[in-house]
């Protein structure tokens, strides 16, 4: 009786054990996998990191062709002629104007901010004029002109995602591939900043 009684106590131990072994596996893996972000979601952060890196590309000629013509940086006209366009199309794509707005303000930002820097060396350094730069309204305008629906577009889908603090940690890892804005890093930390304020945003709700 009394070792009938010892082994079914060993066996309920065991047994428990192992439940509870299981569950903390189990637990364990459930967490790993909620630290990665949704398969589909990655497709989309990458499609808008390469449209935010091809915008901040274009930066070093708009530089160039301001550094010979002698135009100012900052251009607010053609900043409102974007803006204005934003909001129409972000209207027909269904996306909220307000968050595509600073989406595009950090991106006139982080433009300019590279255009300051490159300005500033070639300055120190006493930079000539570019031989044959291109042409800000005939080639670098149009270019990003083309660049605003993309964007739009791919706000559209990024919008979709549930964001959450591991998004924004695929964002910030991804950004730092994805996204050179040759000036070490500052002008994409400025372009990034409305999309990782938006995961805040959607994690408190
Ligand atoms: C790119 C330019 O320089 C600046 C940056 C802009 C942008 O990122 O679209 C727009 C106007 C300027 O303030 C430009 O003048 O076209």
């Known amino acids: 009786m009394g070792v009938e009684r010892g082994s079914f106590t060993s066996v ?6 192992a439940i509870i072994l299981v569950i903390l596996v189990l637990g364990a893996a459930y967490q790993a996998r909620s630290a990665e972000p949704a398969d589909d979601a990655r497709p989309v952060v990458d499609h808008l990191l390469k449209l935010v890196d091809e915008r901040l590309a274009i930066a070093s000629d708009v530089a160039k062709a301001k550094w010979n013509s002698g135009d100012p940086i900052d251009a607010p006209a053609r900043e409102a002629k974007i803006v204005d366009r934003v909001v129409v199309e972000a209207t027909r794509a269904g996306v909220d104007a307000s968050f595509a707005l600073e989406f595009f303000r950090h991106q006139f930002d982080a433009s300019k901010l590279i255009q ?15 031989d044959a730069p291109p ?57 990034l900043r409305p999309l990782l304020e938006t995961s805040v945003l959607n994690e408190s709700f």
């Open 12 to 17: 309920f131990h065991f047994t428990l054990r």
């Open 116 to 130: 300051h820097r490159l300005h500033d060396r070639w300055q120190r350094t006493k930079h000539p004029p570019f």
């Open 135 to 191: 042409s800000l309204a005939e080639d670098i305008r149009p270019k990003l002109d083309q660049l605003t629906p993309q964007l739009i577009e791919s706000l559209r889908d990024f919008k979709r995602i549930t964001v959450n603090a591991s998004i924004r940690r695929y964002i910030e890892n991804r950004s730092e591939t994805l996204i050179n804005d040759g000036i070490g890093g500052e002008a994409r930390e400025v372009a």
